[in-house]
């Protein structure tokens, strides 16, 4: 080991119980600050490149970068809030945000958003911001966006009399009823019933309400009738459900599923992948009922609670949330800014696919902001499972999850 | 025993103590002091919102029917898949160590490579292995005119398929305690019975399997105390479904405890399963000291 | 068998040669089930990722690629995670000096609470790992030994398993030889040192194994303790592949190759020069 990795791991060491949060606090008397990061995801190179950059701006401010794996940031995150010791600034999944900040792992920064004409919440995607409010306070600004989009290939969907993507319910339906009569071992569409936010983004596009006011609302029929209308794709047959094959593998060649709903990920995967059916694919918004809202993901940049540089973690977000930068941090790892002004940018408006997932992102909500979310929905998918695997009686299990869930909800 | 300095035994075992103390027995305490409590993310970062619940998260999981579902989960895995592991293991050890020709020691190699291989690495070959579609075993099963098997999306043939490929993983290490074991026994005594006429099946029963007694207490010990904590297999592939088939004790402890930051809750589940696992330990070492002594 | 008779020897031995081929062949034919997931990893890491997804899937790779192995080494930090791993690795052999010292002293001596006190070490194996690594992390917190290569290796120095091990396999050796030994004037420690020790080599060469692959593997652990990226293992690297949606098979396979090649080389070694035809005499 190098001599000077040795001397900040033993100042670490000693220092660290004294200095909460702090990573070598004064290095050598300057009154340079370190700022430490943590990254999720597969490398901390595209994050340091981005604080380099950020290091010439403001020389004083010197930035370390740590990749966390996301099989086990969640682990990593409970023994830093255990400690409270942690990065000043955390790349926060935004399902995991009620949980965190609930408790009091991430800092309140509703008072200093308005010092920072970046992080204004006009800025960003709607359905982005409402994932930072908690308990009436902004806990984080919004950072990387993500939601569900429907891909379908148009050569086979042409095929079955169907010029442009189901835009309603009953097309969906009727279109995969059709694609699934093209013969043995072709389907309509790729649901994945392991996704927790599958049944929730219909029960809302269906004009259900989740949990309203701490009570959980999943009896009601809104929900019931999303419920049951999906597990119509799996009984028929029109969804694969144990089908084993990787996206890339059943909608390439004959299009043996020709739709499936997922996010903007999946047209880098389709290009790299399966480049030999260019042109025959493309991307629409999610065909609605009452409504055509889709689940929003992605990431939100927050403040470790325990930091005492609080102001240096907030310019850094600040810059991170420019236009300019989230292109570039796209450039770099594809992620999806939340930024709109981004989303001007040619790069993105000019892209078919881009432009869809754009539109779909103005109509987006995160998943309920409650802190029992993970738990609930985990146990929704045991409960699915239930309805479509084993036919258990689907009000019956909807009764059940539903004082599963109002339990969570009250502890 | 004479001459036996008095403070040589622990200076010997001092150091053990210590670590044990420190990193075992003390994070116990604290555990069951968690277990007595509502202890979640919040407590954790601050412990004044930590209340005192007595038993109630006991009491609160002795009636949870997917804590339960596990427990039989786990006991479904043990008792096919201990004495499994400990026959194949032992028979491939025995195998390996009649062979007389140097071509038998690749085998050692051989079976021991699966439990080193990195656990993700296994996940992903696994999954492809056992894939409904695609997979390699259901692809063979009907290019020779079978049905395909739901690998791990029947409840019961999920359990199966994981204690298939936990065995895969388990035969390499105990066949090597095995060996190192058979390594030990003096051939004095095999040339003995050969004097005496003894055949290969009566030189096993009557020198090896009991010159293996030590080994053979300590692996199906080991291994039994290991399948009760099964945990890799189903963590990595198929999360405790379908229809919580697979899901076995410290799963659904670890899904509580670290998925959902119920630490109380989980504390209360890993001691429930901590004395289970205790109590058959100590009817194991029970029925192996009756054995010895007849 | 009857040495005397010649023609009796004859065909024996023409039987002891069958039934060598019969359990030859059994043992390959199990052996190839045993090795195909970990061929067939191997192979796949030479593989592109549009060749490992493809239908019907190949076995031996189109073309050649090293680019998986290329991209460990510059898109991630792979070179640091590699002499993590043999720093915890060769620290965790001084956890296994320990284990064996207590193996000996529970084995060979009686004193006050032995029964006790072994029944203690072999109740920690029982505990479910979750339920102490919380606790053990505030710990060494409040000794300032996270983010330290301390904090990361000292709570696996002792193993239950490797004390059990060692105390089953010490309390076969013989009373005689450490009782000559006494007499002839040398200290408990000596004794342990040049008596014991090396008549353990079989059980040593089976922990030592343990042991490093048991570093080697080391995963979540480091992670937590690690708030420092330079203090990241080849695990805690490989399961930074594992992206957030969908997963680079090919890359992932050939971080977990690179993972196993060291430890089967190790393997080969280890068992040619330890294990085999080892034959501790005076065993009871």
């Given at each position: 080991?190098?001599?000077?990795?040795?001397?900040?791991?033993?100042?670490?060491?000693?220092?660290?119980g004294?200095?909460?949060g702090?990573s070598?606090?004064?290095?050598s008397?300057?009154?340079?600050?370190?700022?430490?990061?943590w990254?999720?995801?597969?490398?901390s190179?595209p994050?340091e490149?981005m604080?380099a950059?950020?290091?010439?701006?403001?020389?004083?401010?010197?930035?370390?970068?740590q990749?966390?794996?996301?099989?086990?940031?969640?682990?990593?995150?409970?023994?830093?809030?255990?400690?409270k010791?942690?990065?000043?600034?955390?790349?926060?999944?935004?399902?995991?945000?009620?949980e965190?900040?609930?408790a009091?792992?991430?800092?309140d920064l509703?008072?200093?958003?308005?010092?920072?004409?970046?992080?204004a919440?006009?800025?960003?995607?709607?359905?982005?911001?409402?994932?930072?409010?908690?308990d009436?306070?902004?806990?984080?600004?919004?950072?990387?966006?993500e939601?569900?989009i429907?891909?379908?290939?148009?050569?086979?969907?042409?095929?079955?009399?169907?010029?442009?993507?189901?835009?309603t319910?009953?097309?969906?339906?009727?279109a995969?009823?059709?694609?699934?009569?093209?013969?043995?071992?072709q389907?309509?569409?790729?649901?994945?019933p392991?996704?927790?936010?599958?049944?929730f983004?219909?029960?809302?596009?269906?004009?259900?309400k989740?949990?309203?006011?701490n009570?959980?609302?999943?009896?009601?029929?809104?929900?019931?009738?999303?419920?049951?209308?999906?597990?119509t794709?799996?009984?028929?047959?029109?969804?694969?459900?144990?089908?084993?094959l990787?996206?890339?593998?059943?909608?390439?060649?004959?299009g043996?599923?020709?739709m499936?709903?997922?996010g903007?990920?999946?047209?880098?995967?389709i290009?790299?992948?399966?480049p030999?059916?260019?042109g025959?694919w493309?991307?629409?918004?999610?065909?609605?009922?009452?409504?055509?809202?889709?689940?929003?993901?992605?990431?939100?940049?927050?403040?470790?609670?325990?930091?005492?540089?609080?102001?240096?973690?907030?310019k850094?977000?600040?810059f991170?949330?420019?236009?300019?930068?989230?292109?570039e941090?796209?450039?770099l790892?594809?992620?999806?800014?939340a930024?709109?002004?981004?989303?001007?940018?040619?790069?993105?408006s000019?892209d078919?696919?881009?432009?869809?997932?754009?539109?779909?992102?103005k109509n987006?909500?995160?998943?309920?902001?409650?802190?029992?979310?993970?738990?609930?929905?985990?146990?929704?998918?045991?409960?699915?499972?239930?309805?479509?695997?084993?036919?258990?009686?689907l009000?019956?299990?909807?009764k059940?999850?539903?004082?599963?869930?109002?339990?969570?909800?009250d502890? | 025993?004479?001459?036996?300095?008095?403070?040589?035994?622990?200076?010997?075992?001092?150091p053990t103590?210590?670590?044990?103390t420190?990193?075992?027995?003390?994070?116990?305490?604290?555990?069951?002091?968690?277990?007595?409590?509502?202890?979640?993310?919040?407590?954790?970062?601050?412990?004044?919102?930590?209340s005192?619940?007595?038993?109630?998260?006991?009491?609160?999981?002795?009636?949870?029917?997917?804590?339960?579902?596990?427990?039989?989960?786990?006991?479904?895995?043990?008792?096919i898949?201990?004495p499994l592991?400990?026959?194949?293991?032992?028979?491939?050890?025995?195998m390996?160590?009649?062979?007389?020709?140097?071509?038998?020691?690749i085998?050692?190699?051989?079976y021991?490579?699966?439990s080193?291989?990195?656990?993700?690495?296994?996940a992903?070959?696994w999954?492809?292995?056992?894939n409904?579609?695609?997979g390699?075993?259901?692809?063979?099963?009907?290019s020779?005119?079978?049905?395909?098997v739901?690998w791990?999306t029947?409840?019961?043939?999920?359990?199966?398929s994981?204690?298939?490929l936990?065995?895969?993983?388990?035969?390499?290490?105990?066949?090597?305690?095995?060996?190192?074991?058979?390594?030990?026994?003096?051939?004095?005594?095999?040339e003995?019975?050969?004097?005496?006429?003894a055949?290969?099946?009566?030189q096993?029963?009557?020198i090896?399997?009991?010159?293996?007694?030590?080994?053979?207490?300590?692996?199906?010990i080991?291994?039994?105390?290991?399948?009760?904590?099964?945990?890799e297999?189903?963590?990595?592939?198929?999360q405790?479904?379908?229809?919580?088939g697979?899901?076995s004790?410290?799963l659904f402890?670890?899904?509580?405890g670290?998925?959902?930051?119920?630490?109380?809750?989980?504390?209360?589940g890993s001691?429930?399963l901590?004395f289970i696992?205790?109590?058959?330990?100590?009817?194991?070492?029970?029925?192996?000291r009756?054995?010895?002594?007849? | 068998?009857?040495?005397?008779?010649?023609?009796?020897?004859?065909?024996?031995?023409?039987g002891v040669?069958?039934?060598?081929?019969?359990?030859?062949l059994t043992l390959t034919?199990?052996?190839?089930a045993m090795?195909v997931?970990?061929v067939w990893?191997?192979?796949?890491?030479?593989?592109?990722?549009?060749?490992?997804?493809?239908?019907?899937?190949t076995?031996?790779?189109?073309?050649?690629?090293?680019?998986?192995?290329?991209?460990?080494?510059?898109?991630?930090?792979?070179t640091t995670?590699?002499v993590?791993?043999?720093?915890?690795?060769?620290?965790s052999f001084?956890?296994?000096l320990?284990?064996?010292?207590?193996?000996?002293?529970?084995a060979k001596?009686?004193?006050?609470?032995r029964?006790?006190l072994?029944?203690?070490?072999l109740?920690?194996?029982?505990?479910?790992?979750?339920?102490t690594?919380i606790?053990?992390?505030?710990?060494l917190?409040?000794v300032?030994?996270?983010?330290?290569?301390?904090?990361?290796?000292?709570?696996?120095?002792?193993?239950?398993?490797?004390?059990?091990?060692?105390?089953?396999?010490?309390?076969?050796l013989?009373?005689?030889?450490?009782?000559?030994?006494?007499?002839?004037g040398?200290?408990?420690?000596?004794?342990?040192?040049q008596?014991?020790?090396?008549?353990s080599?079989?059980?040593?060469?089976?922990?030592?194994?343990?042991t490093?692959?048991g570093?080697?593997?080391?995963?979540?652990?480091?992670?937590?303790?690690?708030?420092?990226?330079?203090l990241?293992?080849?695990?805690?690297?490989?399961?930074l592949?594992?992206?957030q949606?969908?997963?680079n098979?090919?890359?992932?396979?050939a971080?977990?190759?690179?993972?196993?090649?060291?430890?089967?080389?190790?393997?080969?070694?280890?068992?040619?020069?330890?294990?085999?035809n080892?034959?501790?005499?005076?065993?009871?």
């Open positions: 080991m190098r001599k000077r990795s040795v001397s900040t791991v033993a100042a670490v060491a000693v220092f660290g004294l200095l909460a702090c070598g606090g004064n290095d008397g300057s009154g340079d600050i370190t700022l430490s990061v990254a999720m995801g597969d490398s190179k994050m490149q604080a950059d950020f290091t010439k701006e403001n020389p004083t401010i010197k930035v370390k970068v990749a966390i794996p996301w099989g086990s940031a969640h682990d990593k995150l409970l023994t830093a809030v255990a400690s010791k942690g990065p000043d600034v955390l790349q926060m999944g935004t399902t995991w945000m009620p965190f900040a609930s009091g792992a991430i800092a509703t008072n200093d958003i308005p010092n920072y004409p970046e992080l919440p006009d800025n960003f995607f709607k359905g982005t911001i409402t994932s930072t409010q908690f009436g306070k902004t806990v984080g600004v919004p950072w990387l966006a939601t569900r429907l891909f379908y290939r148009t050569d086979v969907l042409k095929s079955v009399g169907y010029d442009k993507a189901p835009a319910w009953d097309e969906l339906l009727d995969s009823a059709k694609l699934t009569a093209r013969g043995k071992d389907y309509g569409i790729g649901l994945d392991k996704e927790p936010t599958l049944n983004m219909f029960a809302r596009q269906n004009g259900a989740l949990i309203e006011n009570k959980a609302q999943f009896e009601e029929p809104a929900f019931a009738e999303a419920v049951s209308y999906l597990d794709y799996f009984k028929k047959g029109y969804a694969p459900v144990d089908l084993g990787d996206t890339s593998q059943s909608f390439g060649g004959e043996m599923v020709p499936f709903i997922s903007p990920w999946m047209i880098k995967t290009k790299d992948q399966i030999d059916i260019e025959k493309a991307t629409a918004v999610l065909p609605s009922k009452e409504n055509n809202m889709s689940s929003l993901g992605g990431s939100n940049l927050t403040v470790f609670n325990y930091t005492e540089q609080k102001d240096a973690a907030l850094f977000i600040a991170l949330s420019k236009p300019e930068k989230q292109l941090w796209m450039k790892t594809g992620e999806l800014p930024t709109m002004k981004a989303w001007e940018d040619p790069q993105l000019d078919a696919n881009m432009a869809v997932v754009g539109e779909q992102l987006a909500e995160p998943m309920p902001l409650v802190k029992a979310w993970d738990n609930i929905s985990q146990n929704f998918l045991k409960t699915f499972e239930q309805i479509y695997r084993a036919d258990a009686d009000n019956e299990q909807l059940a999850f539903n004082a599963q869930s109002q339990q969570l909800l502890k | 025993m004479k001459g036996t300095s008095k403070y040589a035994p622990y200076v010997f075992i001092g103590l210590i670590l044990l420190v990193f075992s027995l003390l994070p116990i305490l604290v555990a069951v002091y968690i277990s007595l409590t509502d202890m979640d993310l919040a407590g954790l970062a601050d412990y004044s919102n930590i005192f619940v007595g038993f109630r998260n006991y009491a609160d999981i002795l009636s949870d029917p997917i804590f339960l579902v596990s427990l039989r989960n786990t006991l479904f895995y043990v008792i898949g201990v592991v400990i026959v194949c293991s032992l028979a491939v050890a025995l390996i160590n009649f062979g007389r020709n140097r071509a038998f020691k085998f050692r190699v051989v021991y490579l699966p080193v291989t990195n656990v993700v690495a296994v992903v070959v999954s492809y292995l056992y409904p579609g695609i390699l075993f259901n692809y063979i099963l009907t020779i005119g079978f049905d395909r739901p791990l029947e409840p019961t043939i999920a359990k199966l994981l204690i298939l936990a065995l895969w993983r388990g035969i390499g290490l105990n066949m090597i305690i095995f060996i190192a074991a058979l390594q030990g026994i003096s051939r004095s005594y095999y003995a019975a050969q004097l005496d006429g055949s290969n099946w009566q096993l029963t009557r090896t399997i009991p010159m293996l007694r030590y080994a053979i207490v300590f692996v199906s080991t291994t039994m105390i290991g399948w009760l904590q099964f945990f297999e189903p963590f990595v592939m198929t405790g479904g379908p229809l919580n697979t899901v004790a410290s402890i670890y899904q509580n670290f998925q959902y930051s119920h630490f109380g809750y989980a504390a209360a001691f429930v901590f696992i205790i109590a058959i330990t100590l009817l194991q070492l029970k029925l192996q009756k054995q010895a002594e007849e | 068998m009857q040495p005397s008779n010649s023609n009796a020897a004859r065909s024996a031995s023409s040669r069958l039934q060598q081929w019969l359990v030859g034919v199990f052996g190839v090795i997931p970990f990893m191997m192979l796949s890491a030479f593989k592109t990722e549009g060749e490992i997804k493809q239908i019907p899937p076995l031996w790779p189109e073309t050649f690629t090293f680019d998986n192995f290329h991209r460990l080494f510059t898109e991630m930090d792979f995670y590699l993590n791993t043999l720093l915890i690795t060769l620290f001084v956890g296994l320990l284990n064996a010292m207590a193996g000996f002293g529970f001596y009686r004193f006050k609470g029964d006790k072994f029944l203690l070490v109740a920690t194996m029982m505990i479910p790992g979750q339920v690594m606790p053990v992390y505030l710990i917190n409040s300032n030994l996270t983010n330290t290569m301390i904090g990361i290796v000292l709570p696996g120095f002792i193993s239950a398993f490797g004390i059990f091990l060692f105390r089953q396999f010490m309390s076969a013989p009373d005689e030889i450490m009782e000559a030994t006494r007499l002839d040398a200290s408990e420690y000596k004794l342990f040192l008596i014991i020790l090396p008549m080599k079989p059980i040593l060469a089976v922990q030592a194994i343990l490093f692959i570093g080697w593997n080391s995963f979540l652990w480091p992670l937590i303790i690690a708030n420092d990226e330079k990241y293992t080849l695990s805690v690297g490989l399961q592949l594992k992206g949606h969908g997963t098979y090919a890359l992932q396979m971080g977990a190759a690179f993972m196993v090649v060291p430890i089967m080389i190790l393997f080969v070694f280890a068992q040619k020069h330890i294990i085999e080892y034959n501790i005499s005076g065993i009871k």
